[in-house]
């Protein structure tokens, strides 16, 4: 890359629930092959040691010495860049795969300093040309998630409109709020993607009330979560969504009428409109807190900035 021309903003999102089962690794690839189908360029880091994400695109868990590196490799080996790690699954779509050995990573890196910003600085370093940047979260909350978060700018929680889902949505946002106070200052919630979803009970109905009730009471309250919101369309319980996996392939490339691929595909245009809005506001100084936000996590230099906001930025 040119060194006089400034570097393009990427959009880097961790898609976490610390409970299994939920959609969050579903949401992570297909949200982001629904973005690639836009014709935008995304990279999908999977950094569960089960690899379901890898396992979901079709790419092999491949151990021998000869296989390209892995995330493990990314985050051990700082002078691995992550365009070295990268495969291919599908027009404008990448991953970086997993593999069982990530689940040592935590005590292969303890007492090391930095040992929380090894991803935060492998993409910042990173010569790859990607505008999204999807990570599939473990559902735990250790060194990979803590990697995960001081990588992102935002947090997208997939979840089902369950009344015990409801209730670990609190300690997620805890847990945000306090990587964002001690890691990553610019780090916020999105918001809540609702999987397997049932429109037609009244327990989801209660259940999506009392989320939106809750975000709308949190505006402008300076928390990570002041501008969250329940994204729309929720994503509908669908057989389709559930096979895909075992042929290796993304909801897009295994049935793209099924009413899960309607979902996502909608879901991915919401997520590039306000990447876009963003963009295009930094331009003419129009920025809206949330807006601001995104950018400033970007760690991008973002011309044309509002004015009043200069001063309250955040170094990282």
Not at 149 to 162: D, R, T
Not at 207 to 212: A, F, P, Y
Request: include cysteine.
């Amino acid at each position: 890359m040119d060194e006089s021309t400034p570097p393009k903003p990427v959009r880097v999102i961790a898609l976490m629930n610390q409970k299994g089962g939920v959609g969050k690794t579903t949401t992570t690839v297909n949200l982001a092959a629904a973005i690639a189908q836009q014709g935008r360029k995304v990279l999908i880091i999977d950094l569960d040691p089960q690899a379901h994400a890898t396992l979901h695109v079709g790419v092999e868990d491949n151990e021998s010495p000869d296989s390209a590196p892995t995330v493990y490799d990314l985050l051990l080996d700082e002078d691995i860049d992550i365009t070295d790690c990268i495969r291919t699954v599908d027009d404008n779509l990448e991953i970086i795969p997993a593999e069982t050995d990530l689940a040592a990573v935590e005590t292969e890196l303890s007492g090391q300093a930095g040992r929380n910003q090894r991803l935060a600085n492998a993409i910042a370093r990173s010569s790859s040309d990607h505008e999204f940047i999807l990570l599939d979260c473990p559902p735990a909350l250790g060194l990979l998630t803590l990697n995960a978060l001081a990588a992102s700018q935002e947090v997208i929680i997939p979840m089902q409109a369950h009344f015990l889902a409801l209730q670990g949505v609190s300690k997620l946002l805890e847990t945000v709020g306090i990587v964002r106070e001690q890691i990553n200052p610019t780090l916020r919630v999105a918001g809540i993607v609702l999987c397997m979803h049932d429109s037609q009970t009244s327990h989801s109905k209660e259940v999506v009330s009392d989320l939106e009730q809750f975000f709308e009471s949190q505006r402008d309250n300076g928390t990570a979560w002041a501008s969250a919101r329940v994204y729309r369309p929720p994503i509908r319980r669908n057989i389709k969504l559930a096979e895909c996996p075992s042929f290796g392939q993304t909801i897009f490339q295994y049935a793209m009428w099924a009413p899960g691929a309607l979902d996502y595909k909608k879901l991915g245009e919401t997520i590039t409109a306000e990447w876009d809005r963003a963009l295009a506001v930094a331009r003419s100084s129009e920025l809206s807190d949330a807006e601001i936000r995104i950018l400033k996590g970007a760690k991008e230099s973002i011309e044309h900035r509002h004015p009043d906001e200069q001063h309250k930025e955040v170094q990282p």
